[in-house]
């Protein structure tokens, strides 16, 4: 071998002196081409290590290497708060952000599988019907014809050319179409003069009506009007008419109501406007094309007896079976890379899913898994992967498949670093970094740096808890009724019936894919009572924070205008009290068309949002801003006691705590939770609710291990109040503290959508049936 070369001693990422949000000045050695987890309770600065620091590092260094022009219309990165940083590469992030909603987006556009079987389908497809533009279902067929005249003045007539696509013009390639119901737009037993029409705004007497009145009779009930007055009232063309002397461009209601409502996107609608549509809206399969998307010739053009349509809808272990009968030489290249994408997918986990599933659709985990398989076949090389917890929704089994996909990406000679709660994945590391020892403040140091082992015998809240087992309940509580499902058959259920208890805690498990999500959603969630609790975005602005949202803001804005002598607009950040430069957004924020939009801190208010006279006003020793930037723990003893109790303000802030949110800062802009928190605080709201039942997806998502005892205590509270408690849950720790177990299965995908078990947690041990009975038997060591 002779020397060793001194590039090769570059074998750690050093990070010295880390100050990011609450990490307090920590030094740590991560090393290269290892897999490398980090773990804490929540809040205790694993993200601000991982991706604050390290990453956003990487990336403004990457940024710096364009040209001083280009730079020029780049966000200016901060640098982060650390003083030396070395040894870094390139990162790649991989998280749980959904993949963007766009109608016309799928599994298939977004892992490139459409792209592949279009040209699959243009170079084999019978009969021929033209390149792989003519199987896109984003692409219209059009006609040209005209002159073209060139810059010599020669002219050139084009005939009737034609330019082929696939998209399916009834629906214009979204697979749907809306059909409205006409009895929730118009009551036809009254006349317009009774309030006929029901659309919001369109008052009997209002300046919106008054057109129609003039043009067919006001005082006739709409159902007795001829068939001529009927379709001028509804379809009518824009045409001009006078109305009280005044010129008006008339239109039918439903064209006017459909430019006006139902073309815009629905979240951004009012929202009595937004329940209207959706009253109002029926969304069903596209006749036409039968919610393929595709037009009549792309369907035409077959390969074994199968168009590109049904390629689409096949589940993707059915669609490799598929192309593995396909030995045509000439496109031996594409056949390799289709199975190869489509191999990744099932040893990901995404077997079960179909190319044509609107990526919008996908859960957090089935999205972050998505993105990870473009990785996996990437030829990039020392390159720093990121996951944000990449085992979230994956039952026992498919974490297995998980752990060897990270493990791959770091044999490839890759660093890899996780965050991570789960202790089947920390197991597999190289190197363990702990976080802690708690929350917020009291976290943002590192407790521990070594391998699994050590960590197992060392004494902190990760280190404790992995030798954790939750035990199987020596009692279960007695149902006091049932919630009956009755041949459910949305996705891949299979005609399933089942009683789900109530007054109890049910557990609904099984892998990935076997049609949990379905059967709760798609059979109890829209009933009468039914509270759903999931991790969704909560709506809002990056205003909106966990003060605002959960109300807290009304009670403590009094008091401070109570206590100054001073009226409480002065005190939000949304109204009086802000800041005039960046409006109390407390960030000025960039939009920049062609990259990532990007925030500034407000340099006049320092990020505070308030005025400058605001926060000269205190009460209990803190002005406004102070009191927005205390965690929850600190706020609940600041409001319940001495001069500033204020008990509206406790209960909020117990029912926070009481959900494991205890270190969450009052004013964080709730863009910045992630999405076990974001539950945790929609949870919180929820409690105040009597009667009724909840259904939690993932209630463990983001949680240590430490809390999951503080969750099961809170779920215990719910039953023991009288609500009937249903989650959707992989955590072994969870099953075992059910009153009753719905175990789906065998499989994923059509492989599932079967009941495989019903009845205690004792017995699904015994019985060591299914997949999810083996887990939960290993796991509490029977």
């Known amino acids: 071998m002779g020397l060793v070369h001194a590039a090769d001693n570059h074998d750690v990422i050093r990070v010295q002196g880390a100050r990011e949000n609450n990490l307090k000045d920590i030094s740590v050695e ?47 990165l901060p640098r982060p708060d650390v003083d030396v940083l070395s040894g870094l590469t390139t990162a790649i992030l991989v998280d749980q952000e959904r993949i963007g909603a766009n109608p016309r987006s799928t599994l298939g556009t977004v892992t490139d599988a459409n792209a592949m079987l279009r040209s699959l389908f243009s170079r084999l497809g019978q009969p021929y019907i033209g390149g792989p533009t003519a199987f896109s279902f984003n692409i219209p067929t059009t006609k040209v014809g005209g002159v073209s005249v060139t810059e010599s003045g020669k002219k050139n007539v084009i005939k009737q050319q034609v330019y082929l696509g696939g998209m399916c013009p009834a629906c214009e390639g979204r697979g749907t179409v809306s059909e409205l119901d006409l009895s929730a737009i118009v009551d036809e037993s009254r006349s317009l003069e009774e309030g006929a029409i029901l659309v919001p705004g369109y008052t009997a007497d209002g300046w919106m009506v008054a057109a129609f009145k003039a043009v067919v009779p006001s005082d006739v009930p709409v159902g007795k009007l001829t068939d001529a007055q009927k379709q001028d009232l509804l379809y009518a063309e824009p045409r001009k008419v006078k109305v009280d002397k005044i010129n008006m461009t008339y239109e039918g209601l439903i064209p006017k109501i459909r430019k006006s409502m139902f073309s815009k996107d629905p979240d951004s609608l009012q929202p009595h406007i937004k329940a209207f549509v959706e009253r109002a809206a029926v969304f069903g399969e596209c006749p036409t094309c039968d919610g393929t998307r595709l037009n009549d010739s792309a369907r035409t053009s077959k390969i074994k007896g199968v168009d590109i349509g049904d390629v689409c809808r096949m589940q993707v272990t059915d669609v490799a079976a598929w192309v593995r009968t396909i030995e045509e030489p000439g496109v031996a290249p594409l056949v390799a890379g289709l199975l190869h994408l489509l191999d990744a997918l099932t040893e990901i986990g995404l077997g079960y899913l179909s190319l044509d599933r609107p990526s919008g659709t996908l859960s957090g985990g089935e999205a972050q898994r998505t993105k990870m398989v473009r990785h996996l076949g990437s030829a990039l090389t020392d390159v720093t992967y990121v996951f944000d ?22 044999d490839k000679g890759n660093t890899v670093l996780v965050v991570e709660h789960k202790p089947e994945t920390i197991a597999i590391a190289d190197h363990v970094v702990d976080m802690g020892p708690g929350a917020g403040t009291h976290g943002g140091e590192v407790v521990f740096e070594g391998t ?3 960590l197992r015998a060392a004494d902190t809240h990760t280190g404790r808890a992995l030798a954790y087992r939750a035990a199987l309940k020596e009692t279960v509580r007695e149902r006091t009724g049932v919630l009956e499902v009755r041949d459910a058959t949305s996705h891949n259920l299979d005609h399933v019936d089942v009683d789900i208890p109530t007054g109890v805690l049910t557990v609904v498990t099984g892998v990935a894919g076997s049609g949990k999500s379905s059967l709760i959603h798609g059979s109890v969630a829209g009933r009468e009572g039914v509270v759903v609790v999931d991790q969704a975005p909560i709506k809002g602005s990056r205003r909106s924070n966990p003060a605002t949202y959960t109300g807290l803001l009304e009670p403590i804005r009094k008091a401070f205008a109570k206590a100054c002598g001073v009226k409480p607009a002065l005190f939000s950040a949304n109204s009086e009290g802000a800041c005039p430069t960046c409006n109390g957004a407390g960030v000025i924020i960039t939009e920049l068309g062609f990259m990532d939009t990007v925030s500034t801190p407000c340099e006049d208010c320092g990020g505070k949002r308030f005025q400058a006279d605001v926060l000269e006003l205190r009460w209990g020793g803190l002005n406004i801003a102070e009191v927005l930037d205390l965690p929850v723990t600190e706020a609940l003893a600041f409001f319940s006691e001495g001069e500033t109790k204020t008990p509206a303000a406790a209960s909020i802030l117990a029912r926070l705590e009481d959900v494991g949110l205890g270190y969450l800062r009052l004013g964080q802009p709730l863009n910045t939770l ?97 997949l999810t009975g083996q887990h939960l038997a290993e796991y509490v060591g029977a």
């Not at 993200?47 to 280009?70: M, W």
């Open 30 to 76: 991560i090393p290269k081409r290892r897999l490398t987890v980090f773990t804490g309770v929540s809040g205790s600065g694993k993200s601000s290590l991982v991706f604050g620091t390290v990453a956003a590092e990487s990336r403004r260094l990457i940024d710096e290497t364009y040209s001083t022009f280009v730079q020029g219309f780049m966000p200016n």
């Open 674 to 770: 992630s999405g076990g928190e974001r539950q945790r605080v929609k949870l919180a709201m929820n409690m105040k609710d009597t009667g009724g039942v909840f259904v939690l997806d993932e209630p463990t998502t983001g949680l240590h291990l430490k809390d999951v005892d503080n969750l099961l205590r809170l779920l215990d509270r719910l039953v023991d109040a009288g609500k009937t408690v249903i989650v959707i849950e992989h955590h072994q720790a969870v099953m075992a503290h059910a009153d009753w177990i719905i175990d789906l299965g065998p499989g994923a995908g059509h492989d599932g959508g079967r009941v495989v078990f019903e009845g205690t947690p004792a017995a699904l041990v015994a019985d060591r049936s299914t």
């Open 389 to 410: 917890e990449p085992t979230i929704g994956l039952h026992p089994h498919d974490i297995e498949r998980m752990n060897t996909l990270l493990l791959e990406l770091r």
């Open 452 to 454: 699994y082992d050590e």
